[in-house]
């Protein structure tokens, strides 16, 4: 279809007759403003620069359509304005779909009406507004009736993660956004939102389907949802919209994956997979969930929905292997505030559930939140013909108040739930349900589209080809420069030095041949500066900092925002460390401010001769509840001689919407560590805390300092100086 200009045009004005698949062509024409899946336009206007696109943009008629031309367009801050008709739109589209690219500092505002986009990609940079795709121009000139389709916006961050912006912004009434690509925003700010801020803009029907919401990787604050509609101030005003046939793949940026934030919404056929958080109904009443997939697949924090407000109804959903508890269950129902402010708790009022599949759900939370503030229990609502099978021996069901304004009725389980609500349920210890996944939700591949690949799953690491690297100075940078993504580079025995920083912005495994037989040294600051989408697994070697320079706060590997940064991932294993003591203040791993680890993994390493910390994580000083790590793991490894607290995490603030900190230590020890005078280690905000099997010798204990939330640190076989009793843990409690 790329080889000729004619089969080009042909396939570009296909693109809008055909884009949805057959038997929806018919529901989309009627249920949308224009029934634009079958017109065709009446003049096309190829367009190869900015000023003719504006030239074009500027005469549009009704029935034209403006195409931009293949290739890219660099620092375009598009204007797509005009006044179609329902039976002749105004289209903008591209030469071939997929093949026009809008990179740099680039957006897109649409305003006017029966306006209909499609066809681009944006990708490489990053809008220099508050939106990406936003449906009006400016605060007088909204779109109505407007599309936009078969779109792609791809890692398009500001490098600067505290920098806010929203992907797509929906205003004006009657628009529609289907079949669209989001995937990896990584910067603070929803990927996308309804906005119901003016008259013009609420009671506004949007129909927002058959998209494919990419991975949103943890964000590390507040800020971090897929998709708002509304906000506090509007949520008593309807939005009306529909959200339907949507896939939502790992969209785990924060506690909602959803914030529904106003009334008459609909959320049926979306499929939730191994997103952390939950679709919440944070504001606004008489919204339904139907139909919907959510399929945690075991992994953490997976939830499903979370009630709250007036005349909710959830049926004939599928929850499958959700993990999450509490905020984060797999079925919420929350206690309200009575007389509640706007922005706080209304009581849960005529609340409908009915006909839903629970299935290996970890929790079902009703009445959570209780306590002195909420304390108003559900009112006049129902749970009646769910199913809820657990095959771990408990009934997810848990009563955190009176739950007698819930009736309870025709629900089935194969554990018995608590005795208040057992009269409406009746117990079949082999209860099974034969239940079809496929009717609830939607596949995957009929969302977005199908020239654009959805993101792969899996490790980083070791995907890609072994590089045999022998003994030599810079040999490692060296090797690198011939590396891709997910590359091994297998270090022959012997001694190696790097006399430049390596800057590394893709995932790469550094292995020895044979475990502790290659040497590693470095003469700058840092030895490794992880950007871009950077990931190191480091294993089998020994390194040493004594050829660093005479700097204070050297660290062997560091973050960078510069460039952009995703989510790192580090893994040190079957390693040692030692003589990182030439200044003050030497780590062997820390971060700067706006960079985030998803996931540290120490394993079998050794630590020691150290002037300051091994692990220091604590960028984030200004206490706005941004964080640089989500989970950091160290299992059998040894600290020795460290001046600093052996490890350092630091989440300021007071914010409930994240999941991490989560910081565990298993069976490792820690000898003579913080000989500066502080603790073995100073966990400040971290919201999960593992140690088990841990012996701290000739040191202080931990320090623990509770921020938010309700942290239970786990603490099992730990030891001080010998002492299986002594306390290895000093908490200091900020909560009020
Ligand atoms: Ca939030």
Redesign the pocket.
Known sequence: MKTGALLVSISALALVACSAPKQESAALGSEVGASNQDLAPVRRILVQDQAEYKEAVKNAQPGDMIVLANGEWNDFDAVFKGVGTAEAPIWLSAETEGNVFLTGQSSLRLGGEHLIVSGLVFRNGYTPRNEVISFRVDSKLLANNSRVSHTVIDDFNNPDRSQRDIWVVMYGKNNEFDHNHLAGKLNSGPTMAIRLNTEESQENSHFVHHNYFGPRPVLGS??G?TFRIGTSHYSLTNSNSRVEHNYFDRCSG?V?II?NKSGGNTFRNNTFFESRGTLTLRHGNGNLIENNLFDGNGTPYTGGVRVINAQQTIKNNYFKDLTGKRFSGGLVVMNGVPNSPINRYHQVNGAMIEGNVFENIAAMELGEGSDNERSAVPINSSFKNNTIISDDGVSPITLHDDMSGIEFSGNKSNQAPPEAISSGFEVEPNLKQKIDASEYGVPREATGVSWYPKVGTGSPFDTGKDIAVSPDENAISNAIKTAEAGDRLVLAPGSYNEAKIIELDFPITIVAEENGSVDLSFERKNMFVLSGKAGLKLSGVNVSGARAPDNVGNSFITTTSVGGGSNHTLIIQNSTFSDFVVNRSFAIVNASKGTLYQDIKIINSDFSDVSGSVVKLDAETDDFGMYNVESLEIENSHFSNIAGPAVIVYRGGRDE?TFGPLVSFKGSTFTNVGTAGGPSALLHGAQVLTFEGNKIEQSQPFKFVVTTGKPKPFLEGNSLNGDETASVLNIEDLRK
């Open positions: 507040n800020g949802e924060e909602e914030s919407s």
